[in-house]
């Protein structure tokens, strides 16, 4: 194994921590400066001079969030650096800092001789014009951003760990309890018991979610129905290691990439838990993130991925044999994620945003994908800006200073494929006709 070492600080570094989901470090030290440092040692992120040195540091487990402590004061920062919230407190120096597993409260060591205990609030997330904003450990307020109907409170019986918002369905869970909210009706909850009371992952789609419980991988239907079981090996993978970009679902076809050999993506089938396709894809080099179309027929299923290269690949999940049907569509790519009405893929390729508007016809003919490409040079968002969302005809992306940014594509697509959709042929060509 060949060591990386670079100095990280002016004066002497304090403290330290790494996150396997990211593979990014954190160091805060003397010089009264917190850092954000890629695997390589690149300098990610560098904070102004606060007023005391940094005596502790510390990642939540999905590698989202990081907290700062120093003297009198305890920050909570995303991970790319920017700061969420600042408490000043009297507790003296925090010389440690602890999360807990599902990564909703931390706990911090004093100098006073105290022990700090923090929760999280005011999570925010949104689906088209609603929002979904965690106000207590057990409150939830709804919002519609287009209504000035007063919003309503949703109120749990235990601590909330977990909540994803998306295909007209809010599932949330607790510590003990799963829930699952419809748009239509927010009184009248599907109410789940947990297994092993710690989930770490929440994924959605049209008509399933993917619950990852400790070490099991369930998938549920939205009237609150196990589906399936996902039985993994435990020398290959583990469900404390499923994040968001390590695992897709869609309606017939569940991605997970291995834990252990990273060139490895594992397909099953959504309903019966079972091998999909031949049961797994392998690359060449370690792949850092998925997604999974959610349009079409199972047959016509596709996987994005980026590799360690930073290259973005499409491949076609249902193939059997030693066949396998794979094509390289961009490069310099950091983040991808697929619309939820068509199969778009929207990337963040050299810091700006791209948009294939069907990725697909990378296996017809590459020179049609060139054409069928949206691309948004105006923003440049800056590293480790994110996609946040893509709905419809909307892109938000959180850029590197925590704003984020709205954008907007061409409808033209997302209408055209509901023609073809629709098999409305006639009003597909006289649309290509009005664009052109």
Same mark, same amino acid.
């Given at each position: 194994i060949s060591l990386i070492? /670079? =100095?990280?600080?002016?004066?002497?570094? @304090?403290?330290?921590? /790494?996150?396997?989901?990211?593979? !990014?470090?954190?160091?805060?030290?003397?010089?009264? #400066?917190? =850092?954000? /440092?890629?695997? +390589?040692?690149?300098?990610? +992120?560098?904070?102004?001079?606060?007023?005391?040195?940094?005596?502790? *540091? $510390?990642?939540?487990?999905?590698?989202?969030? !990081?907290?700062?402590?120093?003297?009198?004061?305890?920050?909570?920062?995303? =991970?790319?650096? /920017?700061?969420?919230?600042?408490?000043?407190?009297?507790?003296?120096? *925090? +010389?440690?800092?602890?999360?807990?597993?599902?990564?909703?409260?931390?706990?911090?060591?004093?100098?006073?001789?105290?022990? @700090?205990?923090?929760?999280?609030?005011? =999570?925010?997330?949104?689906?088209?014009?609603?929002? $979904?904003?965690?106000t207590k450990c057990q409150m939830i307020d709804i919002r519609d951003v287009l209504s000035d109907v007063a919003c309503e409170k949703l109120e749990l019986r235990?601590?909330?760990?977990?909540?994803? !918002?998306? !295909?007209?369905?809010?599932?949330? $869970?607790?510590? #003990?309890?799963?829930?699952?909210?419809?748009? #239509?009706?927010?009184?009248?909850? *599907?109410?789940?018991?947990? #297994?092993?009371c710690n989930v770490t992952l929440i994924m959605l789609c049209n008509k399933y979610f993917l619950l990852v419980d400790g070490g099991l991988i369930q998938v549920y239907n939205y009237e609150g129905r196990m589906q399936s079981l996902i039985k993994l090996s435990t020398m290959s993978i583990s469900g404390g290691t499923v994040s968001e970009k390590t695992a897709a679902i869609s309606n017939d076809t569940i991605a997970i990439r291995d834990r252990i050999d990273l060139k490895i993506v594992h397909f099953f089938d959504t309903i019966t838990g079972k091998n999909a396709s031949n049961g797994k894809f392998i690359h060449t080099n370690d792949i850092i993130e998925i997604a999974i179309d959610q349009c079409g027929s199972a047959i016509d299923r596709k996987l994005a991925f980026i590799d360690k290269c930073l290259d973005c690949f499409l491949v076609v999940v249902k193939t059997y044999g030693v066949y396998q049907k794979i094509a390289k569509i961009g490069g310099m790519v950091t983040n991808i994620r697929f619309n939820d009405q068509t199969n778009m893929l929207a990337g963040l390729q050299d810091n700006h945003l791209i948009v294939w508007l069907y990725p697909a016809a990378v296996f017809i003919d590459r020179d049609l994908l060139q054409k069928a490409i949206f691309e948004n040079n105006e923003n440049n968002f800056g590293k480790l800006s994110y996609l946040h969302n893509f709905v419809g005809n909307h892109i938000s992306v959180r850029r590197s200073d925590g704003a984020l940014i709205p954008c907007i594509i061409t409808p033209f697509a997302s209408a055209l494929n509901s023609f073809i959709t629709d098999n409305k042929w006639n009003q597909a060509i006289q649309l290509c006709r009005h664009i052109r």
């Open positions: 070492k /670079w =100095k990280a600080h002016d004066g002497i570094g @304090l403290c330290i921590d /790494w996150n396997g989901n990211t593979n !990014f470090l954190i160091s805060g030290g003397e010089d009264c #400066k917190y =850092k954000v /440092w890629d695997e +390589y040692g690149r300098p990610m +992120y560098c904070s102004s001079s606060q007023d005391y040195p940094i005596t502790s *540091i $510390a990642w939540n487990i999905d590698g989202d969030l !990081f907290a700062v402590g120093s003297f009198n004061l305890l920050r909570l920062c995303d =991970k790319a650096g /920017w700061s969420h919230s600042l408490e000043k407190l009297s507790t003296g120096s *925090i +010389y440690n800092i602890n999360w807990s597993p599902d990564g909703t409260q931390l706990a911090g060591a004093c100098s006073n001789g105290n022990v @700090l205990n923090a929760y999280l609030v005011e =999570k925010r997330i949104t689906w088209r014009n609603i929002e $979904a904003i965690q235990d601590r909330i760990t977990k909540l994803s !918002f998306g !295909f007209e369905q809010l599932v949330v $869970a607790t510590i #003990k309890q799963c829930y699952i909210f419809s748009i #239509k009706n927010w009184n009248t909850p *599907i109410i789940m018991d947990l #297994k092993e």
